[in-house]
């Protein structure tokens, strides 16, 4: 990768800002020099305010999508607050995409069963979207997505339209439904949604993103189907912090997050102590 898109921020001005929650935003932005990001589905960008930082955040849109993308940003820093208080036409840096994606070209032809919890449906999101463009080209599509309660589910309107469609089979949850909202799905975690999905093990791939307690009990359902080691990929993008491999923050023994991830296949990582 070119010097200058490791070390060097390059301008990019929002286009767009929607809210999705009290605490998460979509923003959609676009290079100032009109050249489209480059990215592919499950790397990610650094992204700086002026005099306040840069934190790592996960490219939300397919690449196929045009020049400009997507970033779910969540409110829980000094960055991530400054971000929220930016308004269209405001200016940001921008240094990436880093990372090694999804690989859309093995996963051609494939099954893949979505599992997301929370905020791990942004990255996610890429991918699901690149599909849907290039929808002939892949399998069955399954989406399990879940999260605390309704009001903290993202991408609301998008998940209506997936419900919709005859070649998606989608599934949510909520750990709990607080009396006064509306919610007339499966409420429960994550695992408890697997065994209501039938699928063949031999040619399905799952692939993983939420907060770090979720993996293990998803992965034990996904082992309790049959599903071997070596057709679950995981993100774990939370760890990453310069996104260049130099403040060891993401390293995981001699692995780094940030450069041999943050998408993972389960096999490769699943000895390594705190990977998971």
């Known amino acids: 990768m070119n010097k ?39 790397q990610f960008v ?12 996960s490219i939300s849109s397919s690449p196929t999508d045009g020049k400009r993308f997507d970033l779910c940003i969540r409110s829980i820093g000094s960055v991530t607050y400054a971000l929220h208080r930016l308004k269209v036409g405001d200016k940001v840096g921008i240094r990436g995409p880093f990372g090694k994606g999804f690989d859309t070209e093995f996963l051609k032809g494939k099954d893949l069963l979505f599992a997301a919890g929370g905020l791990g449906i942004a990255p996610l999101r890429s991918l699901i979207r690149y599909i849907l463009n290039n929808r002939a080209d892949y399998g069955r599509i399954m989406l399990l997505y879940g999260c605390k ?15 919709k469609r005859h070649d998606v089979e989608q599934h949510l949850t909520v750990d709990k439904c607080p009396d006064g909202q509306c919610w007339l799905d499966s409420i429960g975690v994550i695992p408890t949604l697997i065994p209501k999905v039938d699928f063949d093990p031999s040619k399905t791939y799952a692939v993983v993103c939420g907060p770090p307690i979720m ?17 679950i990929l995981l993100s774990l993008e939370r760890r990453m912090k310069c996104g260049v491999g130099k403040c060891g923050h993401c390293q995981i023994n001699g692995v780094y997050v940030c450069q041999d991830g943050p998408v993972f296949n389960y096999v490769d990582i699943k000895d390594l102590p705190e990977a998971l």
Do not use: N, W
């Open 215 to 231: 993996y293990k009990f998803v992965i034990k359902s996904f082992k309790e189907k049959g599903m071997p080691d070596d057709h």
């Open 4 to 42: 200058e898109l490791i070390y060097l921020p390059r301008s990019a001005t929002i286009k767009r800002v929607k809210k999705l929650t009290s605490l998460d935003s979509l923003f959609q932005l676009e290079m100032d020099d009109s050249r489209p990001l480059g990215h592919t589905p499950g």
């Open 149 to 163: 309660q309704p009001c903290e589910m993202l991408f609301s309107e998008e998940l209506e339209g997936l419900a």
């Open 46 to 57: 650094e992204v700086s305010v002026m005099g306040i930082g840069e934190a790592p955040i």
